[in-house]
């Protein structure tokens, strides 16, 4: 790369920057995958497919009627066609539900015992699994700051770190399947009430053969003391995934979260459809940062991952707080809308989003804000970027009910377009039933700013890295949203997706 | 069959019990295949009903009902509008034209023609854009309201401009009978350097359907000031379609005070460069008010503005409804589109129901759109009770306040002023 190579021949560059400004010329670098012997349940959904995945998990038989149940009313439902997303129709028969690893038939007891193929597969990744490691790219001394990884690999959940310390301070952080063995009272009583088994065909699809995915269960006054993560990661052809995530966060306690995922490069899409369900109880906390860095298929738009996620936090009593954070600059297609039902009086709920698509991605992402309860805040922050011939899209519902007495909505959303191929829509739903309520929303749409490509060409800067520090500097309330693990990949992430969009 | 696809056989078949009984209006060739080609259209795509995206918040179904629901005649007691000002009128009795009432249509650079008269012909000038515009206005989204109307109008106005016209033609709907159930549909071709003003008011019918066509070729100049409303029992659907030629000028604005049901739709194209298209509404309304404005505004040529500017204040469970969009096509380089749309909730039990999108396909453009909802601000008000201002007084001038942004989109100062009366009458006219 000519320019990391110029700047060794530099004094006083350190190699640090070097690598960084090299790590930053990569295209997709996540794109090559794991040669490793897997286990696929037969092609196709159907009753047998989903008694097949809650036997593999050794799962009780109330897990199983959920399942079938919602089986069942999946085959009653349409695919929605709403969304400005536009993709050949998907076979639903034509795929995996379930893979893993053969080495994870047996579930290993500790992550010593893991198949090292698994473990190279997430150091290389920058998600090394063991217990006094951090997620790369930030430096910081032993012990001060650690992260607990949960990492899910295809169908299964390959070993969850740090779970005796976070035991001893109460807080159970574990793959879905593990809780549904170990914590029954938890799961029956939370699964299913945020996204009901029925919400729509995607998380219904889910609700049904999901495999694995995250479980957090935060005790009442506990403030987790760590962040907690979740890496996922796609590496079967052919196969769907299907995770799920629920995080309970008890009265008056506090955790972060954190999800990234990836996958190799193929000429077929694959599809993502994942739940992710969060309850916020009494004066409790939970930030849930994303960064979606899927494989967005390659510059002719061959390939890459569907991405039909349905994310819901419920803040369901009094003084609760979410935070959704998300980067999205991976996928072919996403549709994702994290959203937060603001239950609860003096409930708050945030979104912060930075989406970009380039070449022939196409994402349709934003949020809703439901304020039922009094005193409710919420604020979305959203900034699209568009570039290539690809499509990006707001939606968004913000909804003051009758009863949601002096409540408050910010809304921003912005968009940007990177040359005049592509796309910026935004699509806002606004609903206010009382008066006592104040609600705003502004949108703009602009294309890079030439007073400011100028400014930073005069400084020596080409056209590319001038873009990006633009962009970034668009996107910089986001950014700043998010924890610090995640900052610097996101800001890294901006650069690498806008790479190729002008000139 | 898929369940979208159950839902549109279900919504056709429907459709055609509604259609069977009613009979297309006599006329000339050029009219009646303007009529079975609306009729032809609303077959496919069906009349409208709740689960449709553009009528989730209004419900369609006294607007489709075979039968019209009842509204007495209303005597508000006030001035006619636009009584000082000089015009040329045209008046409709429950879109029965008045001849007596109306003037005389000889006038300086225009030609006025009623619609009946035309279509007795074989040919008219009308065939080139009567239901032409409204045709090419039912896609990306669908107007099944307006074909019904181009297919069952048998009156309204045709109007060519070909030059300045002095005085504004201004069209008065008057309402006689409870159970007037009226469709008039109006067209308005203003040729190259035309400038035309049209103004349009009173309560028409207990439902009307309403259409107005225009085409402003290039250099011409399209004013458009209509009131519309009055009591809470009249129930209306009106569209205008437009197409805009090269530095064309269109401005429409609406005052609506009260009606029981009113859906407004205008969808505009800007089909060459550098024209501008403004279109404002100030909508105000008491309990069982239901208002919706429905804008779609289309960029194609370069350089162009359009500015939609929507003020609802509601009181009393009124229901104000915006749905607007700025769609700039691919090509449609420095286009400025700007829209708002608020509303201020003068208590608790009112709502303000919003879409306000954009669809943007080109880079080089300043796009934005804002949409807030709330009540009087509570300092305002302060301020103006501790000057000394009474309080309905202060809340009053806050309202005034409030709607001026679209007032001010009129460009006549006297028109403006008589729409401001209408505003205070409304204000003054409320339980206290």
């Given amino acids: 790369m000519g320019v990391a190579e110029e700047m060794t021949a530099k004094e006083g560059v350190d190699q640090e920057t070097v690598e960084a400004v090299q790590s930053l010329s990569g295209k997709y670098k996540y794109g090559w995958n794991t040669d490793i012997e897997m286990e696929y349940a037969p092609k196709g959904v159907n009753t047998d497919i989903v008694r097949l995945i809650s036997e593999k998990n050794e799962e009780p038989e109330w897990m199983t009627d959920w399942r079938l149940k919602a089986f069942e009313r999946w085959q009653e439902m349409d695919e929605p066609t709403w969304a400005m997303v536009d993709y050949p129709e998907i076979d639903y028969q034509d795929q995996y539900y379930y893979a893993r690893p053969k080495s994870m038939e047996e579930k290993p007891k500790s992550l010593d015992e893991v198949d090292p193929k698994l473990l190279e597969t997430y150091k290389k990744l920058g998600i090394p699994l063991k217990e006094q490691a951090i997620l790369a790219g930030v430096e910081m001394p032993e012990g001060e700051r650690r992260v607990a990884v949960d990492a899910v690999f295809d169908s299964v959940s390959v070993g969850t770190t740090f779970q005796a310390e976070l035991k001893k301070a109460g807080v159970i952080f574990c793959s879905i399947s593990e809780a549904i063995r170990e914590h029954p009272e938890l799961v029956r009583k939370y699964l299913g009430t945020v996204v009901p088994a029925s919400d729509n065909f995607f998380a219904t699809l889910n609700s049904a053969v999901f495999s694995d995915g995250s479980f957090v269960y935060v005790p009442p006054g506990v403030r987790c003391p760590m962040e907690l993560s979740t890496y996922f990661r796609i590496n079967a052809e052919n196969t769907g995934q299907f995770e799920r995530t629920l995080i309970i966060a008890d009265k008056g306690s506090y955790v972060s979260y954190l999800e990234g995922c990836t996958a190799p490069q193929r000429d077929t899409t694959q599809l993502h459809a994942a739940v992710v369900e969060i309850v916020v109880l009494e004066d409790a906390e939970v930030k849930y940062s994303t960064v979606q860095n899927w494989y967005p298929g390659d510059e002719n738009g061959k390939g890459g991952i569907y991405n039909f996620v349905t994310k819901r936090a419920d803040c369901r009593e009094a003084r609760a707080k979410v935070m959704w954070t998300q980067v999205e600059t991976g996928s072919a297609v996403t549709w994702k809308y994290p959203s937060c039902i603001l239950r609860g009086d003096d409930s708050q709920g945030e979104f912060y989003s930075i989406a970009i698509a380039n070449n022939y991605q196409q994402a349709d992402t934003g949020t809703k804000m439901i304020h039922l309860g009094k005193r409710t805040r919420s604020r979305i922050v959203s900034k699209g970027i568009s570039a290539g011939r690809a499509q990006n899209t707001y939606r968004g519902q913000v909804s003051m009910h009758p009863k949601s007495k002096y409540s408050r909505n910010y809304t921003q959303c912005d968009s940007l377009l990177i040359g005049d191929k592509c796309g910026a829509h935004t699509v806002p739903y606004i609903e206010v039933k009382n008066n006592s309520s104040r609600v705003e929303h502004e949108a703009t749409t602009s294309k890079v700013d030439d007073d400011q490509m100028f400014y930073c060409r005069s400084r020596g800067m080409d056209e590319e890295e001038a873009v990006a520090l633009v962009v970034n500097g668009f996107c910089k309330e986001v950014l700043q949203a998010l924890p610090m693990e995640f900052a610097m990949e996101a800001q890294q992430l901006v650069a690498i997706s806008l790479e190729g969009s002008v000139g | ?432």
């Avoid at chain 2, 011409?220 to 569209?239: I, P």
């Fill in chain 2, 1 to 432: 069959m898929s369940r979208a696809a159950a839902a549109l056989a279900a919504k056709r078949e429907a459709t055609e019990e509604r259609l069977a009984p009613l009979a297309l209006p006599q006329g000339g060739a050029w009219a009646t295949e303007a009529r079975q080609g609306a009729m032809a259209r609303l077959r496919e795509m069906g009349l409208p009903n709740r689960r449709d995206e553009y009528w989730r918040y209004t419900d369609p179904a006294a607007l489709t009902a075979a039968e019209a629901p009842q509204a007495a005649v209303f005597d508000a007691g006030e001035t006619p509008l636009f009584d000082d000002i000089d015009r040329l009128k045209i008046v409709f009795v429950d879109g029965v034209f008045d001849a007596e009432a109306s003037d005389s249509f000889d006038e300086e650079a225009v030609e006025i023609i009623r619609l009946s008269d035309a279509a007795a012909n074989d040919i008219h000038w009308a065939k080139s854009l009567y239901g032409v515009l409204e045709a090419r206005g039912q896609t990306p989204v669908a107007r099944p309201l307006a074909a019904l109307n181009t297919a069952l109008a048998s009156d309204g106005v045709l109007i060519r401009v070909t030059g300045r016209v002095a005085r504004p033609v201004s069209i008065i709907y008057r309402h006689a009978e409870t159970t007037s159930d009226v469709y008039l549909h109006n067209l308005v071709q203003i040729e190259k350097g035309g400038d035309f003003t049209l103004l349009e008011n009173g309560p028409a019918a207990a439902r009307f359907n309403k259409v107005l066509e225009v085409e402003v070729a290039d250099g011409a100049a399209f004013h458009h000031v209509r009131a519309q409303g009055r009591d809470h029992e009249r129930h209306a659907a009106t569209h205008i379609f437009a197409r805009l030629g090269r530095e064309s000028l269109f401005k429409s604005f609406t005052l609506t005070v009260n009606g029981a049901l009113t859906r407004n739709e205008a969808v505009i194209e800007l089909t060459s460069d550098d024209a501008v298209a403004h279109v404002a509404g100030a909508a105000v309304g008491d309990g069982a008010f239901h208002h919706d404005d429905t804008v779609f505004i289309t960029h194609e040529g370069e350089r162009c503005e359009s500015r939609q500017v929507f003020k609802k204040v509601l009181r009393n469970g009124a229901t104000g409804v915006f749905q607007g969009k700025i769609l700039v096509k691919a090509g449609a380089q420095k286009t400025d589109g700007y829209q708002i749309s608020q509303s201020l909730l003068l208590d608790g039990d009112s709502q303000f129901l919003a879409k306000p999108e954009l669809e943007i396909y080109a880079d080089d453009v300043i796009c934005s759109h804002g949409s807030t909802s709330g009540a009087i601000d509570d300092e305002a008000l302060f301020y103006l009770r501790s000057r000394g201002v009474p309080e309905t007084e202060a809340q009053d001038l806050l309202v005034l306040a409030f709607l001026a942004e679209a007032i001010d989109e009129i460009e006549d100062e006297a028109i403006a002023a008589d729409i401001l009366s209408r505003l205070e009458a409304w204000l003054a006219r409320r339980s206290r």
